[in-house]
């Protein structure tokens, strides 16, 4: 099997990262964890909610600031499994208007 070749704008294909909880108190920790991964110029990062139980407007600000570095690297962010609750979050700040959001099943609808 042939490695993919990536642009040289990027150095890892995905990354794949699974937040537990994302709100004000936690957030200068996350948010040193995505300055850390975006250092590594990633073509895709996957942002997976399944055992996230809530969103504040930190964490929101947090995820609109990470999307907007990757698209400005024309690199993109996907958040992956969010419960029903967080959903809905995402959908009353129109995140999922912004957003890729993916579940198991397939993409939101």
Known sequence: MATPVLPARYTLPLVEVR????????????????????????????????????????AIGLLLDVHRRLTRADAALTVRNPNPRVRRILHITRLDQVLSIVSEEGPAA
């Open 19 to 58: 937040i537990t909880e994302l709100d004000l108190a936690c957030l200068p920790e996350v948010g040193g964890v995505f300055d850390r991964l975006l250092a590594l110029r990633p073509a895709q990062v996957v942002l997976d909610l399944s055992d996230c139980q809530h969103l504040d407007a930190a």
